[in-house]
T-cell receptor
Framework: DGGITQSPKYLFRKEGQNVTLSCEQNLNHDAMYWYRQDPGQGLRLIYYSQIVNDFQKGDIAEGYSVSREKKESFPLTVTSAQKNPTAFYLC?????????????FGEGSRLTVL | AQSVSQHNHHVILSEAASLELGCNYSYGGTVNLFWYVQYPGQHLQLLLKYFSGDPLVKGIKGFEAEFIKSKFSFNLRKPSVQWSDTAEYFCAVKNPATSGTYKYIFGTGTRLKVLA
């Protein structure tokens, strides 16, 4: 089945460690997005990418990094510089940069920093 | 900065009551508008979307939304809610960003609880 796979679903990390969240899609979508979801704050955009080897900062990019070496993959690294990394992270994709297409979401990764 | 406002943070209704959730956005150009739902323990899924044409949009599970350009609004409605509609609802707008890219901006969400 086509979809977006995020891994791991749950992750625990000690302070000072970097962690990478995986996002893979087999929908042949061009655009991919990373959001952070916190209670009462909705979804906030971290990074997004419209094409391979190109990506843009979203509204809360500080302390995060991404790469887009393949169309189907858009991993997110939460670095030790992120001051409040405990959150639910959502990866999404859409068919093309323009047009009226909606976002398709993965099931999310919950990161807890101990 | 572009933003999406959802003024109802928590809504509690009895079954069969009517629902209207407010959504206002700040962008003045052409927009694509969406409502997403997140049921407990499940991933976000699309309820409905507006991109052009008839401003009254019908979605899944009996939901509809009306785009009112003059009010920058895209309110979600359902005539009669069910217990299974208990979920969190998010309004979103797709805007052009920099250099031909597009961003999806989400509101803070509305938690709906339907009492059986």
């Amino acid at each position: 089945d086509g979809g977006i796979t995020q891994s791991p679903k749950y992750l625990f990390r000690k302070e000072g460690q970097n962690v990478t969240l995986s996002c893979e899609q087999n929908l042949n979508h061009d655009a991919m997005y990373w959001y952070r979801q916190d209670p009462g704050q909705g979804l906030r955009l971290i990074y997004y990418s419209q094409i391979v080897n190109d990506f843009q900062k979203g509204d809360i990019a500080e302390g995060y990094s991404v790469s887009r070496e393949k169309k189907e993959s858009f991993p997110l690294t939460v670095t030790s510089a992120q001051k409040n990394p405990t959150a639910f992270y959502l990866c999404a994709s859409s068919m093309a940069a323009g047009g009226s297409g909606e976002l398709f979401f993965g099931e999310g990764s919950r990161l807890t920093v101990l | 900065a572009q933003s999406v406002s959802q003024h109802n943070h928590h809504v509690i209704l009895s079954e069969a009551a009517s629902l209207e959730l407010g959504c206002n956005y700040s962008y003045g150009g052409t927009v694509n508008l969406f409502w997403y739902v997140q049921y407990p323990g499940q991933h976000l899924q699309l309820l409905l979307k507006y991109f052009s044409g008839d401003p009254l949009v019908k979605g899944i599970k009996g939901f509809e939304a009306e785009f009112i350009k003059s009010k920058f609004s895209f309110n979600l409605r359902k005539p009669s809610v069910q217990w299974s509609d208990t979920a969190e609802y998010f309004c979103a707008v797709k805007n052009p960003a920099t250099s031909g890219t597009y961003k999806y901006i989400f509101g803070t969400g509305t938690r709906l609880k339907v009492l059986a």
